[in-house]
């Protein structure tokens, strides 16, 4: 049965805006934990603008859940990672003028500094993922190079803008979906999930596992935090 990971960052976005000590991430992610979530994901940022380091320990000692940390492959965020030691990390893109993540990160051009970071965090007993494109040849390269599992990107099923870009973008989800699972990986899947455009995932088996955030913190407005994570996590399964 799938399982739903909870990304905090946008609870530490609200937070950073005034510059306070409230909302806390950490109290969101007991409350997501109590809801059923069965992962918790935060992004350490570079330029930190929304999960501090602080954040990054507190978590660590508070959740009970596997922690899944989203992160650059830059040295200072390895040191980091390394010493807080999470359950998972995930190695993902990063750009300081970019909103969000605007896609997968490409192994095929930094293969030796990735395959790097997948061995010294194997070292140090970390499981690590590499955010993805839906693309054989970037499936490929991830698993030659020692990767595990891979959280495929969603970003343009979930902004596809008309009926036939929606069922092209679908159907290259299930198609590396069954190519990953295929050559040995461990299969995930987010960014720009909601309530309305997760629900047909569900049809591609080999996804085990959905990371969804600004989508539960947007509907949390409105219901509470704990009611958002249930309403997901009856979605996704």
């Known amino acids: 049965m799938p399982k739903l990971g909870v990304n ?6 609200i937070r950073e805006a005034r510059k306070v000590n409230y909302p806390s991430p950490i109290e969101a992610a007991l409350l997501c934990e109590k809801a059923g979530a069965d992962s918790i994901v935060c992004h350490l940022r570079e330029d930190r603008r929304h999960i501090q380091d602080r954040d990054l320990y507190r978590l660590k000692k508070a ?7 989203e992160m650059a492959t830059s040295e200072e965020i390895v040191d980091i990672a390394l010493n807080v030691k999470p359950d998972q990390v995930t190695l993902v ?3 300081r003028a970019e909103l969000t993540t605007e896609g997968g990160l490409d192994v095929l051009s930094r293969k030796n500094r990735v395959k790097k970071v997948l061995q010294r965090m194997e070292a140090r ?3 690590a993922s590499i955010f993805i494109d839906p693309d054989m040849g970037q499936i490929r390269a991830a698993r030659e190079m020692g990767a595990r599992m ?3 990107h969603t970003g343009r099923y979930a902004n596809a803008r008309n009926k036939k870009n929606l069922k092209e973008e679908y159907q290259a989800l299930k198609n590396s979906s069954k190519f990953a699972k295929d050559i040995g990986l461990r299969v995930f899947a987010g960014h720009g999930l909601n309530y309305e455009n997760t629900s047909p995932l569900k049809k591609i088996e080999e996804i085990e596992e959905y990371n969804i955030g600004h989508s539960i913190v947007a509907h949390a407005v409105f219901v509470g935090l704990g009611k ?9 399964r």
């Open 63 to 69: 959740v009970t859940v596997k922690l899944n940390l």
């Open 8 to 13: 905090i960052d946008h609870v530490a976005t």
């Open 150 to 152: 891979i959280e495929l």
């Open 93 to 95: 893109p990063e750009k």
């Open 125 to 127: 007993g970390i499981e």
């Open 228 to 236: 958002a994570v249930k309403e997901m996590k009856a979605l996704v």
